[in-house]
């Protein structure tokens, strides 16, 4: 009985995961190549006539192709964030790591804080309407900076502190500038968090809502979130092109997480042992 432990919760596991995950995925899948009808039974059958084609070309010309324009301007977004992020949060983790000073513990305390605080939106508006880059695009990329700055430094700093200071004396005595250790011995050695960072942060920013809603109104400014609220409205009565348009900004997500959630986990997990 014992043995068969282990295989009856992962069967578990597995079916849980499932009804989780799956079936909602291929209930949507379902109603996206539907016609008006048959998606407004809302039901799992089989279409009578798969229209994936032409529900997806109504999809994309709806209010004179917005979706390509929210597309245009999350990946601009994701992008920009991601890149600025990661620079920005691999270099303050390592200065946090390398160099304990008494402002070490105050660092780590607004990081935290960072995690736990709920943001500020009505002040946050007022300072982005004050620089003048409330509605823009980089007015959003800094906000996703801001938000997402805590959690990669954290991780930066924790994988950090596996590496070796034996690396970074050996690069000083052979003359090499504070920049040239970091950029040409530490930051190669970043690879693994990076590529967690890259994924995880693109995910979230790709995936915002309730940011964008807030500080980048406007419809030349739309992202893929704000489609599905900006679409529901139009197709009330159109399961199959709210589904499609579901579908749409789904995938995308899905595809990056599937191909790289190794990398995810082996990035989470490489700093939480010191060695």
């Known amino acids: 009985m014992k043995q068969m432990r282990p295989y009856a919760s992962g069967a578990i596991a597995i079916a849980l995961g499932t009804v989780i995950f799956v079936l909602p ?13 048959e998606a407004s039974r809302l039901d799992f059958t089989l279409p009578e006539k798969w229209l994936l084609w032409d529900n997806l070309a109504a999809v994309f010309k709806a209010r004179d192709y917005q979706l390509v324009l929210a597309y245009f301007n999350s990946t601009l977004i994701t992008v920009v964030s991601v890149t600025i992020l990661i620079l920005f949060s691999a270099m303050v983790g390592y200065v946090m790591q390398r160099r304990r000073t008494r402002w070490n513990a105050v660092a780590s305390g607004a990081l935290f804080m960072g995690l736990m605080m709920p943001p500020a939106v009505v002040p946050t508006i007022g300072l982005l309407q004050d620089i003048g880059l409330f509605k823009t695009i980089t007015g959003m990329i800094l906000i996703q900076v801001a938000y997402n700055l805590s959690f990669s430094t954290l991780l930066y700093r924790s994988f950090i502190s596996t590496i070796p200071r034996d690396l970074d004396e050996a690069a000083l005595i052979d003359g090499a500038r504070a920049w040239q250790i970091f950029f040409r011995v530490i930051l190669p050695l970043l690879k693994p968090v990076t590529v967690t960072n890259i994924v995880v942060q ?74």
């Open 202 to 275: 693109s995910i979230a920013i790709f995936n915002d809502f309730t940011n964008p809603l807030y500080y980048l109104p406007g419809k030349e400014n739309v992202t893929v979130q704000l489609t599905l609220y900006n679409f529901q409205s139009m197709y009330t009565s159109q399961y199959n092109l709210l589904f499609m348009n579901i579908l749409l900004v789904t995938v995308p997500p899905l595809i990056v997480f599937i191909f790289f959630n190794r990398q995810i986990v082996a990035g989470m997990t490489a700093g939480a042992v010191k060695g």
């Open 25 to 37: 995925f291929v209930f949507i899948a379902l109603q996206a190549v539907k016609s008006k009808s």
